[in-house]
């Protein structure tokens, strides 16, 4: 099949997008943290409200929002929300905003099952890209143009590269960098099928390039601010993100980052947003077809340009081009995009990447079972647990392990009360959550211990992490006994390792020392204070 340059398959695109999101399924973008819900409100006006839930790459956008309520009176409120959040929203039919602003296309073709949405259209584009250090796109001879996917495989076979993704079930920049992955795998200029996904040497192949993760997320923004703070090789991330990252590290003295496009392995982000229609909604119409209107604008759009992504149409305008040139990027390239493959073996692929192609997880889940925990805050950490550890409920959020995966649970409150494993699959790890349902809570609380058995658990695998993503998962309701605090983070920047702790806070946990384990380890805290299942699930989508 011949590939296309984008400007013709975007005026392809935005000629037949109506007609794409009434009859057909894609995929498409994580708004930050899957289970997220955080609002931003721009209201200058009296009028009615505007209600967008969007994906958290456009932040970046929210002071052209700002601008745009305050010179037309109206009020505007956007929820940043994960990918699949969206879509499954949608597919329900019962949509409590009135637009929304996902990353691709793919999220709500997907999800518009009930046939519910209009006034569909791209607002800026930006391919997903390798951003690889200049020094070592160098060395691997990487900074070329005609770069294909088994370049990138073999710098990883060889052990001289490695990168940070977001997860391909949790993150748009994910979920399409690795169907472009597979396109490129199943052949050039062909169109994923089915069969693609049960060929051997793609099988293999995939494994490979996965093998190289270094670190995951799931989130694009997050992303960056990880690679900014540690000391990575690689992101595959959006272009325009990419250039973001860029600004902060030049800023900082850092080296900066070359934009590789695998030329038989581009996809593309079109930053769609759509009307939500139905009853009780036609006085909202009008707001939404004025910000689309404004949005699209060539003023507004230059200044979405000069954030680093590309216009609606994947047009650069002449006199912009240097926000891209002087990272190394070139505006005349012609980008030649994968052709999406349909719902079902989008799916399929999805599935298979949980479960089977992914780098498999080894994670230590220590959980507080304290005083404090008695009742309700017991009851809803086994809620939470039970949609990650029970296969049913996981695989509704793509959340499902790998036969490979390790798991360990260490419950903890003045001391340990118990640690045990679950290896790998299904049936252990439903074993385990009824184990977990069998501890009572009571006594004190220090997750400082518990975190030090966690982190001998690790050492004990040192020689065997590489194969795996590792990630501490701590979730405590109060304030931890803190005599032990020091010789932790000593023993862990010791240890040289790498793993992430990410902390779930719930009840009047000490944000203070959860934010300290988060700097540690170039990990994240999760809100569980109003949502502890939606909070379980954002941390495992970062593993």
């Not at 518009?112 to 020094?135: A, M």
């Not at 595959?236 to 990419?242: D, Q, W």
């Not at 912009?320 to 073996?345: N, S, Y």
């Not at 994670?363 to 950490?381: C, E, F, K, N, P």
Request: net charge negative; charged share 25%; aromatic share 8%.
């Amino acid at each position: 099949m011949m590939r296309r340059s984008v400007s013709v398959f975007l005026a392809i695109l935005l000629a037949l997008g109506g007609l794409i999101l009434v009859g057909c399924d894609l995929f498409g973008d994580n708004g930050g943290d899957s289970g997220s819900h955080r609002k931003v409100h721009f209201t200058t006006g009296s009028g009615p409200l505007l209600s967008i839930v969007s994906g958290s790459e456009n932040k970046e956008l929210e002071p052209i929002l700002s601008e745009y309520t305050a010179k037309n009176k109206v009020k505007i409120e956007v929820t940043y929300l994960g990918s699949l959040d969206i879509m499954n929203m949608l597919r329900t039919g019962t949509v409590p905003y009135d637009a929304l602003w996902p990353a691709s296309s793919m999220w709500l073709t997907m999800g518009d099952t009930k046939r519910i949405l209009k006034h569909t259209s791209s607002i800026s584009n930006t391919p997903i890209v390798f951003g690889i250090t200049e020094s070592k796109a160098q060395e691997l001879n990487l900074n070329r143009d005609d770069v294909k996917l088994r370049d990138i495989i073999e710098a990883i076979e060889q052990g001289k590269l490695s990168f940070a993704m977001t997860s391909a079930t949790q993150s748009n920049s994910g979920a399409s960098s690795y169907l472009a992955f597979l396109t490129a795998l199943a052949g050039e200029g062909e169109v994923l099928q089915d069969a693609d996904l049960d060929d051997p040497q793609l099988i293999e192949e995939i494994k490979k390039l996965l093998a190289g993760v270094n670190r995951s997320s799931g989130s694009s923004n997050w992303l960056v601010d990880l690679f900014l703070e540690g000391n990575y090789d690689a992101m595959v991330n959006y272009e325009a993100l990419v250039i973001s990252a860029n600004e902060k590290l030049k800023a900082a003295g850092r080296e900066t980052l070359v934009a590789v496009y695998p030329k038989d392995a581009i996809s593309l982000a079109d930053s769609p947003l759509a009307f939500v229609s139905g009853s009780g909604r036609e006085a909202k119409e009008k707001l939404f077809l004025d910000l689309q209107n404004y949005l699209l604008e060539e003023s507004t759009q230059r200044k979405i340009v000069a954030t680093g992504r590309r216009d609606a149409y994947g047009r650069i305008y002449a006199d912009q081009k240097e926000v891209f040139t002087r990272w190394g990027i070139d505006t005349e390239r012609i980008l030649a995009p994968i052709t999406m493959p349909r719902a079902e073996t989008v799916e399929r692929a999805l599935n298979l990447y949980q479960t089977s192609f992914k780098k498999p997880g080894y994670t230590v889940y220590v959980l507080d079972y304290s005083g404090s925990m008695i009742g309700a805050g017991r009851t809803q950490m086994l809620n939470g647990l039970a949609e990650l550890l029970l296969e049913n409920r996981a695989r509704q959020h793509l959340l499902q392990g790998t036969p490979q995966d390790r798991s360990y649970f260490i419950s903890f409150n003045g001391g340990i009360i118990d640690t045990f494993a679950a290896m790998g699959n299904s049936s252990e790890l439903e074993n385990a959550y009824s184990r977990l349902r069998k501890i009572d809570a009571g006594g004190g609380t220090d997750m400082y211990i518990a975190l030090s058995a966690a982190l001998d658990i690790f050492k004990k695998d040192r020689s065997e992490l590489s194969k795996y993503q590792p990630a501490i998962v701590v979730l405590t309701d109060g304030v931890s006994s803190t005599s032990r605090k020091q010789d932790l983070f000593k023993d862990y920047e010791a240890t040289g390792l790498d793993i992430p702790i990410f902390s779930i806070m719930y009840g009047s946990a000490d944000a203070s020392q959860l934010e300290d384990l988060a700097q540690l380890s170039r990990a994240r805290v999760f809100d569980g204070r109003k949502d502890l299942t939606a909070a379980f699930k954002s941390v495992k989508g970062y593993n």
